[in-house]
C-alpha cells in the first residue's frame, strides 16, 4: 500500500511574471507573509535548506516562491532522487505561461528594468524547465 503525503504547504513556483502574487492576491492571502521575495528578499540567493524553512515556518499555507534558480535545481535533484526530506511536506504547484506573455507581462510593469526583463527573459527556459521537474 502507498503512504499518503500529507502536505503542510503549498509552494506557488514559476518564472517571474508567471502569476504567483497575482494568485496569492487573488486568494485573499497576505503577500507580506506569503511572499517569499518580501520576507527574504530577491536580490541574495538563498539556499534550498533557507527556502525549505521559510516554506515551512511561514504563517501562510499557501506560500510564493523566489526564481533562486540554483537553490530550486537542488530541491528538483533531490525530489527526483527521492529522498525523504522536508520536500515531501510541500504541495508545488508549478504556474507556467508561454514566454511571450511572461514578457508583455515583464514590460506592463512599471517596477522592472530593462536589464532585470532581460535576465528574466534569458533565464526563462531554465527556470521553466527546473519547475517543471519540482512540481507535483
Sequence with gaps: ?????????????????????????????????????????????QSMETMLKWILQSESNIVNVSVHIDALEKMASVKQGQIQCELSEIFFIHLAAPVNVIEERLLSQSTRSETNIKHTLAGFARTDDVCKRLAD
Excluded: F, H, W
Design 1 to 45: 500500500m502507498m503512504k499518503k503525503n500529507i502536505y503542510k504547504k503549498i509552494a506557488l513556483i514559476g518564472t517571474s511574471a508567471a502569476g504567483k502574487t497575482s494568485c496569492v492576491l487573488e486568494l485573499g492571502i497576505d503577500s507580506q507573509k506569503a511572499d517569499m521575495d518580501r520576507c527574504l528578499g530577491a536580490s541574495i540567493p
